[in-house]
């Protein structure tokens, strides 16, 4: 499954971790708590910018709010907050 490239401040998102360079990446948009029951039925298979190809359990997909971007060489990293 490809990571989504653009994100918004303030949007929420599932994101995962990348075991591999530690970064969150967003595989999909949450726009409510409720929505939770839909990553917490699936697993899903993720290819990160670092190389790392990942499958993720249910468990390991956390639900944040896209809260800003900073800039890391050529690619910017949305940063995310809390876990809601």
Known sequence: MPLLR??????WY???LCP???CRDAISLAP???EMAVANSAAYQANCD??????YDSDQIER???CG???SGKNFICQFG???
């Open 50 to 55: 670092c190389g790392a190809n990942t499958a």
């Open 64 to 66: 944040r709010q896209a």
């Open 14 to 16: 599932f994101v995962v």
């Open 6 to 11: 653009e994100t918004k401040i303030g949007h």
């Open 20 to 22: 591999a360079c530690h």
């Open 69 to 71: 971007i900073s800039e």
């Open 82 to 84: 809390p876990k809601a």
């Open 32 to 34: 409510s708590p409720s």
